[in-house]
């Protein structure tokens, strides 16, 4: 790839990953577009959580093909080792079984537990109504805008320049190849390879080339919750019983987000323009759902609210695929909320793509990854999918 030059779009959590991938695989020539400030979208969002538990057998490895870096940088990008654990009532039993099962095929640290193991990992939690959990000891949560930076780092170390506050207008192309893009200002910039990375914005830009990118904006509303007392290393919680996901922030304080994606319709909206705070309604039921986990928070407060948004395709799950019928063009959007813990491995594969043509990693085919799955029918979604909370496991 010697004296290749590619552009990526979108300056979040997954395009400076696949900056840093390219450059550290030779590609000196790569220029990053953002149109904001780095990880200004998505990314500055995120909350930041570090697991391995997915039902989708390739997003599971690539997962975990990512924690050692999580590991490596620790207080860098604010990496606290706590453990993830999964929570289950009876109807989600035989799921979590098979999932934790497909898990350690793939050699991942993780255990099925008791309750009374989790009562002693989660002192302060209401257990009568679970019936099993999933432990992973070397989850936990770490901060999406450190990481993404950290990436940026990388790639400007080995060559990669950033522009930040620069739109791309348009993707340009001659007859079926690539050939750079246009800026919104009208500047034309000439590439052999441009990754589209841009969230919730990149299907607009494909649109423009006649390709469909079927994807929405989905608002999710997050709550920082003061528990009324100090809250040590305790491990993230994805409690699937009350459709909630739980982790500590800060000393005393607790960030609890939504699992229940029941009415999905109600919740698309504009990613450029949104309400950032919680509405009552939903303050009012998180508030239910934590009190009804976690009776044992001795005075617990709500101190303050926002939302983010995520970029979901009708599966929930990725595209990171060349774009057929235009050479040197990649797509690697849709991640739907699961871009953070996934990221150091979707740069990895998209390198590999550019590079070798495919995956290199067994466990991690790019045929799972294609866009014309969605115009075929053949979406990607878990083999073992838990009652009320598909999309996001």
Known sequence: MSGCKAIVVGGGLIGLSVARALTERGISDVLVLERHQLASGGTGKSSGIVRAHYGVPSIAAMAWRSLPLFEQLGAEVGFRQVGYTVIVGEE?????????????????????????????LWPMMNTDDIALASHEPRGGFADASQLALHFGRRARDKGAKIRQNTSVARIRTESDKVIGVELAGGEVIDADIVVIAAGWWSAKLLAALDIDFPIDAYRSELLIVDAGEPLHDLPVVSDLVSLQYCRIEGSGQFLVGNSDHADNQKKFVDPDNYSNIAGEASIEMYAEKVMHRFPGFPGPSVTHTYAGVYDVPPDWNPVIAPVRGIDGLILCAGFAGHGFKISPAVGDLVADLVFEGDSTDPDIPASDFRLERFAEGKLLTSLHPYVGAGEMR
């Open 92 to 120: 989600n039993v035989e799921a979590l079984q098979a999932n934790t099962a497909m898990h350690q095929v793939l050699g991942i640290d993780v255990d099925l537990i008791d309750n009374d193991r989790l009562q002693a």
